[in-house]
């Protein structure tokens, strides 16, 4: 459901505003009329969820959401680590702050990207069609809420919604002035700045978020890291909200994408495999949302958006030879930049009206996005004497126009029962530009007709029964659409995915289990017929359930666990170069399980976090031993880690908070890549939050 996710509404006919000096000034600098508005300023989003229980309810599928309590108790340094505990969600940690993004669901690989992820309900990868959405994830100190939505609900949104859709949901600008401050192991180092305030009538609002953290680095993989978002809203009249959002972001980080030598690991090492190879990030966006009651029971919500970023990748060279026989990489002199910048620009708009349709009452939506994206991207030869700059060798602009439409209406056929069909088209052209040959250049083209029927009901006041079907895909990028100037005639990776389950509560209980299946019927693979570089082959098939429950007691105490078992997640044939049929698909454990004590009373919020991931595979084939088969393949041993969070209440203004992450200090492989990469270490970290 589209809905205002934030009221700015005064409690009490007597409370004051006391906004700092910043805050006000502001409000003013963004020119916010004080008088001669009649509503209360609102800022108008886009949500995926948004209503609380009763929107949950409407929902035929899955729902987890990890509320601003939660994030609290748990202290995340990253997103990642934010959702690491939310049912079915696994990631392949690569560096403690997730500067890259590596999220699966329910066995899909977190290296690949068939998860929809949106800001405010706004894309937040940099390419959805033209290049890899891992490169920016955004930063968890300003986020309020994350949500986590599964089955045919997911329509609503896409691409890329296979494994189905999370929203972070940013924080709105708060009263006043606040200022918070982190440290902790590896010399991390974290300040944020809070400042907001609203016209004397309340009728409109801003604020600005910024933070800069940087840290030495689990492995001596060091960031620097800042990152600034301010947002504004106001009313319109008595039926219509704008809201503006803008973020910056800029991280300098010295990682990867290589990892330890399986004797480095062994030894315990605890280097960086890759000390001058650094991950450059700079990235701006724009949102402006409004929002129009047109009557009751009718309501449009529109989002223009728009976002810019360069990332610069620089990694020296290796000697392959040298590096296997010692063990360890050896670096040569040359240096390759791969370098690539992004734009995107695009507008989404959704129309709910409250209809009777056939005689039984319910609610339609519908839904427009219209998208430009477009990719540079560059090839650099330069050398350890100049790190920064050299010689173009390779020059591509790549870029893609989607459009989609979706439509679906809710039937409320009885108080119980309620049956939502929906639609989504989803068309786009790709184009790739070799500016350095253009025998290279092409385009391609496809249109996807995903269709989707989900139910809920309520078996009584503590059961509700939902489920779904509907048909997902996962576009191919240009590089994999256009090699050499040919249209590869790739179809989208398309998955059939059904799930059932029961949710509800019962007192002090809340619990919420599902079985899950997802069918693809082609996977892009590398060629198997003549002339082409890539094509639609391979049949795979993830099926399994997940399960959530929670109780808590009335002396403060609660506890809330989760497992998903994934029995089925395999190739359905043969594919050549080892991966046979029957084989499991890489990183997609059988088991993921965690389980939280936690401890809410008066000034303290506080928990003691179990994780578990089951052994899984680094390739297709399914090897036992870790080896280099130009990639990294293997068996990945299972293990867990234990975390104690929490915060406490000083008073009003002052909140102080700590964490020890990997409590009992385990050492386990989180990922392979190009080599192994470690879990992070035993760290710990303190702060305190002032609020003026």
Request: charged share 20%.
């Amino acid at each position: 459901m589209n809905r205002i996710a934030r009221t700015f509404r005064q409690q009490g006919t007597a409370r004051a505003l006391t906004p700092s000096r910043l805050a006000v000034a502001i409000a003013f600098a963004l020119n916010f009329p004080a008088q001669g508005i009649a509503a209360q300023a609102e800022l108008p989003r886009i949500d995926v969820i948004s209503g609380g229980e009763e929107a949950i309810a409407k929902q035929a599928g899955s729902v987890s959401i990890v509320d601003k309590a939660q994030l609290e108790r748990i202290q995340p340094l990253s997103t990642e680590d934010a959702l690491r505990g939310a049912p079915g969600v696994h990631i392949k940690g690569e560096e403690e702050t997730a500067v890259v993004a590596n999220i699966g669901i329910r066995g899909l690989s977190a290296s690949d990207y068939k998860t929809l992820i949106l800001e405010d309900g706004v894309p937040i990868a940099p390419g959805l069609f033209v290049g890899n959405g891992r490169y920016y994830n955004p930063r968890i100190q300003r986020m309020d809420e994350i949500e986590v939505l599964k089955g045919a609900a997911a329509l609503r949104y896409g691409p890329n919604t296979i494994g189905g859709v999370i929203n972070y949901k940013t924080r709105d600008p708060i009263d006043g002035f606040a200022v918070s401050g982190r440290v902790g192991s590896h010399n991390y180092r974290e300040a944020t700045l809070e400042a907001g305030g609203a016209t004397p009538s309340g009728e409109a609002r801003a604020g600005l978020m910024y933070t800069r953290a940087s840290s030495d680095g689990f492995q001596d993989k060091d960031f620097d890291m800042q990152d600034l978002m301010v947002k504004a809203g106001m009313a319109l009249g008595d039926n219509q909200w704008l809201g503006v959002k803008f973020t910056y972001y800029e991280n300098d980080a010295n990682i990867s994408y290589r990892g330890l030598f399986p004797g480095e690991y062994r030894a315990g090492s605890q280097h960086n495999p890759a000390p001058d190879d650094y991950f450059l990030t700079d990235r701006k966006s724009l949102d402006i949302n409004h929002m129009w009651e047109i009557r009751p029971g009718m309501n449009l919500s529109t989002v223009l958006y728009w976002s810019e970023m360069v990332r610069d990748y620089w990694r020296f060279g290796v000697d392959t030879a040298a590096s296997n026989a010692a063990g360890s990489w050896v670096y040569t002199n040359t240096v390759n930049g791969n370098n690539r910048a992004f734009d995107r620009i695009g507008m989404d708009s959704r129309l709910t009206v409250a209809n009777t349709l056939f005689g039984v009452r319910g609610e339609a939506e519908i839904g427009v996005r219209i998208m430009q994206e477009e990719m540079d991207d560059q090839a650099v030869a330069a050398t350890r004497a100049n790190p920064r700059s050299g010689t173009v060798t390779a020059d591509r602009k790549d870029s893609a126009t989607s459009y989609a439409l979706f439509a679906q209406n809710r039937f409320d056929v009885t108080d119980n029962l309620s049956i939502t069909p929906g639609l989504r088209i989803e068309s786009y052209e790709q184009e790739r530009e070799d500016l350095r040959n253009s025998a290279n250049n092409g385009d391609s083209s496809n249109t996807e007709y995903l269709p989707g029927i989900g139910a809920t009901y309520k078996l009584n006041p503590a059961a509700q029964l939902y489920g779904s079907v509907y048909k997902a895909f996962s576009p191919p990028l240009n590089a994999q659409s256009i090699v050499t100037g040919v249209d590869q005639q790739l179809d989208a990776e398309n998955s059939i995915n059904v799930e059932f389950g029961v949710r509800g509560s019962r007192g002090a209980l809340r619990y919420e289990f599902t079985a899950f299946q997802m069918d693809f019927d082609n996977q892009i693979t590398p060629a198997i017929s003549a002339g082409l570089a890539n094509a639609n082959a391979g049949s795979t098939l993830h099926r399994g359930l997940e399960g959530a429950l929670g109780y808590r007691w009335n002396n403060g105490f609660s506890v809330d666990g989760n497992l998903t078992w994934i029995p089925v997640s395999e190739y359905r044939e043969n594919r050549g170069g080892g991966i046979d049929k029957g084989n499991r698909l890489p990183y997609s454990p059988e088991l993921l399980a965690n389980l939280s004590l936690g401890y809410t009373s008066g000034p303290v919020n506080a928990a003691l976090s179990w994780h578990y991931v089951d052994e899984q595979f680094g390739d297709g084939q399914n090897n036992v031993p870790i080896t280099q088969t130009g990639i990294w393949g293997g068996r990945i041993a299972s293990h867990y880690t234990v975390d104690l969070t929490g915060s406490y209440d000083v008073n009003k203004q002052l909140r102080l908070f700590g964490a020890i992450k990997n409590l009992t200090d385990e050492r386990y492989i989180a990922g392979l890549r190009q080599g192994i990469y470690a879990g992070p270490e035993r760290a710990v970290e303190v702060g305190a939050k002032y609020t003026f």
